[in-house]
């Protein structure tokens, strides 16, 4: 499959400054710019800044983010799911992973992980794709937000809808160990029925273990 990846880009005006979302962008751009100090929730974010690149130089890979100035300040990852993961044994070169979005706490409540969703699905490509998303309750910044999971359960499902995903259904263990953990999916305008129905043996493996 080939992965076409056009630029797109908005302004973002929030009472902390104005922001440009833009992506996806190259791994030499990235390079280029500050990785803001606060962009902690998976690694140290020196770490994450080098992932980032990482994804960037991969072929499906996307990276869109939020920039004030020459600083991200918040961005999104999209790529191939993680090979020791269940989405990955279907072996669908259309199926990709938001794998991470992540927002400093100054520009939060801002609407910038829906603006970096909404430049995400400017392009067009992303119809040729199945994207999936996996929502873990741990990742979440519960302590400073001071939501219960709930609450921010509901603010997660609130930004992707803004993306096109919507809740899907599954026997996934890792997401069924807690109730507020769940799959979200966008199903592009050109995916055919068999990458559907494989997307759906997906979802429910274990349904004939028993």
């Not at 690149?53 to 920039?67: C, N, Q, S, T, V």
């Not at 794709?129 to 001071?146: P, Q, V």
């Not at 769940?182 to 068999?194: H, N, S, T």
Request: with cysteine; proline share 4%; charged share 25%.
């Amino acid at each position: 499959m080939e992965h076409k990846k056009t630029y797109n880009a908005k302004q973002l005006k929030t009472p902390h400054g104005n922001l440009i979302i833009e992506g996806p962008i190259s791994s030499d751009k990235l390079a280029g710019y500050e990785f803001h100090e606060d962009l902690v929730a998976f690694r140290p974010p020196a770490q994450q800044h080098q992932a980032l690149i990482g994804i960037a130089k991969l072929e499906e890979g996307r990276i869109i983010i939020a920039r004030n100035r020459h600083t991200i300040v918040g961005y999104v990852t999209y790529l191939y799911p993680d090979p020791l993961e269940r989405w990955s044994e279907g072996k669908m070169d259309n199926l990709i992973e938001l794998g991470a979005i992540e927002v400093i706490p100054e520009f939060r409540g801002c609407s910038v992980g829906k603006n970096l969703l909404i430049v995400s699905m400017m392009d067009d490509a992303m119809e040729d794709y199945l994207i999936i998303t996996t929502e873990y309750y741990w990742h979440w910044d519960l302590k400073n937000t001071k939501l219960n999971v709930w609450e921010y359960r509901k603010i997660m499902e609130k930004m992707m809808n803004a993306g096109g995903l919507v809740w899907y259904a599954t026997d996934d263990p890792e997401i069924c160990s807690h109730p507020a953990n769940c799959l979200m999916a966008r199903i592009g305008k050109r995916i055919d029925l068999e990458t559907v129905q494989k997307f759906d043996r997906l979802r429910f493996m274990n349904r004939f273990m028993y």
